[in-house]
């Protein structure tokens, strides 16, 4: 499990603007009215408790400030609260939080305290990363590669058919290709046998993903994965319009699905 290190996190917030302007130009939405429209619902003034959590490998310097940053830019109140774990989760509850935001080294969640609504990071990273990619100018054609059928990547392409893509996969782990193939009847890609995309959908935890050969000039990329999986000479040798910010695009999309 990769786990996010605080030189991810560095410039949150500038970094979820720079994401939020490529979302803009080239979706005709920002994050917010794409989550909005992607889950049919609207923030109404949630306060949301961000509780540390030390099990496993403990506090990543500056998770918890990250996500009140996060929490903030989208418009809602939010706190850190002093205790951690059970603690901090019964602090959170005591201080009003209506949700609550906590990781491990294996989970995120978020959970609405008036609803009972939980989200899984995960899925709503791989969601609202592929309907950003489906909402593209260059995602024309109907045809969207995706890289990475893991925990982000499956739900990423499973959306991407619901709306009706033609969807192509690749995944270095056969039987997940295979798995991704017989589920989602998705199409098998095979990076022996390449051919271009406009928009394409990433989520390894490895660089250097994407073959240069798919690559369209101007294509999308949307893409949660950590480390990037495009280099930069790449980046501008196609003019790539980029989406790629490591916590904010998904913890909005966790909040809007419980709201
Ligand atoms: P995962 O391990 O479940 O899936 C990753 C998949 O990528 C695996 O199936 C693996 O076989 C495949 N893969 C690895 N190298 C490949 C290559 N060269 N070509 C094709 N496939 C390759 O991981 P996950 O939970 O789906 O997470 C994927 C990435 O997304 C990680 O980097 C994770 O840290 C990141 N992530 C980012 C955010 C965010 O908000 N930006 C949120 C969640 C996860
Ligand atoms: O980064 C992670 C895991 N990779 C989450 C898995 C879902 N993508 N967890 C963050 C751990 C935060 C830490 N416990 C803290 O500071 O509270």
Same mark, same amino acid.
């Given at each position: 499990?990769?786990?996010?290190?605080?030189?991810?996190?560095?410039?949150?917030?500038?970094?979820?603007?720079?994401?939020?302007?490529?979302?803009?130009?080239?979706?005709?939405?920002?994050?917010?009215?794409?989550?909005?429209?992607?889950?049919?619902?609207?923030?109404?003034?949630?306060?949301?408790?961000?509780?540390?959590?030390?099990?496993?490998?403990?506090?990543?310097?500056?998770?918890?400030?990250?996500? $009140?940053?996060? #929490?903030?830019?989208? %418009?809602? /109140?939010?706190?850190?609260?002093?205790?951690?774990? @059970?603690? *901090? &989760?019964?602090?959170?509850?005591?201080?009003?939080?209506?949700?609550?935001?906590?990781?491990?080294?294996?989970?995120?969640?978020?959970?609405?305290?008036?609803?009972?609504?939980?989200?899984?990071?995960?899925?709503?990273?791989?969601?609202?990363?592929?309907?950003?990619?489906?909402?593209?100018?260059?995602?024309?054609?109907?045809?969207?590669?995706?890289?990475? $059928?893991?925990? #982000?990547?499956?739900? %990423?392409? /499973?959306?991407?058919?619901?709306?009706?893509?033609? @969807?192509? *996969? &690749?995944?270095?782990?056969?039987?997940?290709?295979?798995?991704?193939?017989?589920?989602?009847?998705?199409?098998?890609?095979?990076?022996?046998?390449?051919?271009?995309?406009?928009?394409?959908?990433?989520?390894?935890?490895?660089?250097?993903?994407?073959?240069?050969?798919?690559?369209?000039?101007?294509?999308?990329?949307?893409?949660?994965?950590?480390?990037?999986? $495009?280099?930069?000479?790449?980046?501008?040798?196609?003019?790539?319009?980029?989406?790629?910010?490591?916590?904010?695009? *998904?913890?909005?999309?966790?909040?809007?699905?419980?709201?």
């Amino acid at each position: 499990m990769a786990l996010l290190t605080p030189a991810d996190l560095i410039e949150i917030n500038r970094q979820l603007a720079i994401s939020d302007e490529v979302v803009r130009k080239s979706t005709g939405f920002e994050i917010k009215g794409i989550c909005e429209a992607l889950y049919g619902t609207k923030a109404n003034s949630e306060k949301v408790g961000i509780v540390p959590i030390t099990s496993g490998n403990g506090i990543i310097g500056s998770f918890s400030e990250s996500l $009140l940053a996060i #929490v903030r830019y989208f %418009g809602l /109140e939010g706190f850190i609260t002093e205790k951690t774990d @059970v603690s *901090g &989760y019964y602090e959170a509850l005591s201080a009003g939080a209506d949700i609550v935001l906590m990781a491990d080294d294996y989970t995120y969640l978020a959970h609405n305290l008036k609803n009972g609504k939980i989200a899984n990071n995960q899925p709503c990273t791989g969601i609202i990363y592929a309907e950003i990619a489906s909402r593209a100018k260059q995602a024309g054609s109907k045809e969207i590669l995706v890289v990475g $059928l893991g925990k #982000v990547g499956f739900p %990423g392409a /499973e959306h991407l058919k619901k709306k009706g893509f033609s @969807v192509y *996969g &690749y995944d270095l782990d056969k039987t997940l290709l295979q798995r991704a193939v017989s589920k989602l009847r998705i199409l098998p890609f095979s990076p022996e046998n390449p051919k271009k995309f406009p928009v394409i959908f990433e989520a390894t935890p490895c660089p250097n993903t994407i073959p240069e050969a798919v690559l369209e000039q101007g294509c999308l990329v949307s893409t949660p994965g950590i480390p990037c999986a $495009l280099s930069e000479n790449l980046l501008e040798k196609y003019a790539v319009e980029l989406v790629a910010e490591p916590l904010g695009i *998904g913890t909005v999309s966790m909040l809007y699905s419980i709201f």
